[in-house]
């Protein structure tokens, strides 16, 4: 059984920062592209950012650039978000996703697609206060 846990949100005041981490399970970690999604109270999911399977290619939302590190861990099975200088704007449920590379289209040119992933975490809450 496939499980993504995210961990490392909560409450923090403008300008701090968080790490996320997602911890996967039941599958060949090393196999799979990663994304970060994020989805705020009426609004849908967004992509935030992506990983592929070696760590060695990383995609960003544009209007977030310059403020997150996507990174990842293959002997932990662990995919990290670090998030820095956040905004009010950023307060919503983060989720992470995994890919397989057996998936058909291009990651490099679908990785902001959420229905392009497997499998998904249950989310972990960011809470930013003004």
């Known amino acids: 059984q496939v499980q993504l846990v995210e961990s490392g949100g909560g409450l923090v005041q403008a300008g701090g920062s968080l790490r996320l981490s997602c911890a996967a399970s039941?599958?060949?970690?090393?196999?799979?592209?990663m994304g970060w999604f994020r989805q705020a109270p009426g609004k849908e999911r967004e992509f935030v950012a992506a990983v592929s399977w070696s760590g060695r290619s990383t995609f960003y939302e544009d209007s977030l650039k310059g403020r997150l590190d996507i990174s990842r861990e293959n002997a932990k099975n662990t995919v990290y978000l670090q998030m820095n200088g956040l905004e009010f704007e950023d307060t919503a449920v983060y989720y992470c996703?995994?890919?397989?590379?057996?998936?058909?289209?291009?990651?490099?040119?679908?990785?902001?697609?959420?229905?392009?992933?497997?499998?998904w975490g249950q989310g972990t809450q960011v809470t930013v206060s003004s």
């Open positions: 996703a995994a890919r397989s590379l057996a998936s058909g289209s291009s990651f490099s040119s679908s990785y902001a697609s959420t229905w392009e992933y497997d499998y």
């Open positions: 039941g599958l060949a970690f090393n196999m799979y592209n």
